[in-house]
T-cell receptor, first 108, second 115 residues
């Protein structure tokens, strides 16, 4: 079965603290993993994808096939990072399978 | 082109009524997707089109749901005989297949409330 698990509904940190949003997946083949973000009152938008191996807004994510994880990390959180973050998997068809999301709150 | 648009943004209907939502994708995008999102959940896939062909439908898409993309541009999602469990945010997304990026661009959603 194809599944994405985000174990934390809410993650609260202070500005400048490191952040790690967890994502684990279940998929038998070679998945393509994404992180999408939704800021308050805005639409869902792509943050980053594992194949590009890039850093966006200071965020990075590494695909660990052994642990079937794709955790999102940022060394120093900013208040503007406060948002809802969704991990998503693209399997053998073009649909995305999303996790339940983690709300990140960054306090000043 | 300002991105994917959806209409209406909000819809309140009584149980048993039919509703129809519209999605206009980014103009050059050949793939169009529908998702549903309920409170506390991530978006759940419903169906997607390449041009006018419906390529995949989720088991979530019961017989009361139908989606079309007649000319390969805009799409409509119709729900017949609405039930309270249909209350959700309905999201549309589009992408350009064949570029290798598979990025899906989302619309603002249509929030349906069934009373």
């Amino acid at each position: 079965a194809q599944r994405v698990t985000q174990p934390e509904k809410l993650l609260s940190v202070f500005k400048g603290a490191p952040v790690e949003l967890k994502c684990n997946y279940s998929y038998s083949g070679s998945p393509e993993l994404f992180w999408y973000v939704q800021y308050s009152r805005q639409r869902l938008q792509l943050l980053l994808r594992h194949i590009s191996r890039e850093s966006i807004k200071g965020f990075t994510a590494d695909l660990n096939k052994g642990e079937t994880s794709f955790h999102l990390k940022k060394p120093f959180a900013q208040e503007e990072d406060s948002a809802m973050y969704y991990c998503a998997l693209r399997g053998n068809t073009d649909k995305l399978i999303f996790g339940t999301g983690t709300r990140l709150q960054v306090f000043p | 082109d300002t991105g994917v648009s959806q209409d209406p943004r909000h819809k309140i209907t009584k149980r048993g009524q039919n509703v129809t939502f519209r999605c206009d994708p980014i103009s050059e995008h050949n793939r169009l997707y529908w998702y549903r999102q309920t409170l506390g959940q991530g978006p759940e896939f419903l169906t997607y089109f390449q041009n006018e062909a419906q390529l995949e439908k989720s088991r979530l898409l019961s017989d009361r749901f139908s989606a079309e993309r007649p000319k390969g541009s805009f799409s409509t999602l119709e729900i017949q005989r609405t039930e309270q469990g249909d209350s959700a945010m309905y999201l549309c997304a589009s992408s350009l297949a064949g570029t290798g990026t598979y990025e899906q661009y989302f619309g603002p959603g249509t929030r349906l409330t069934v009373t």
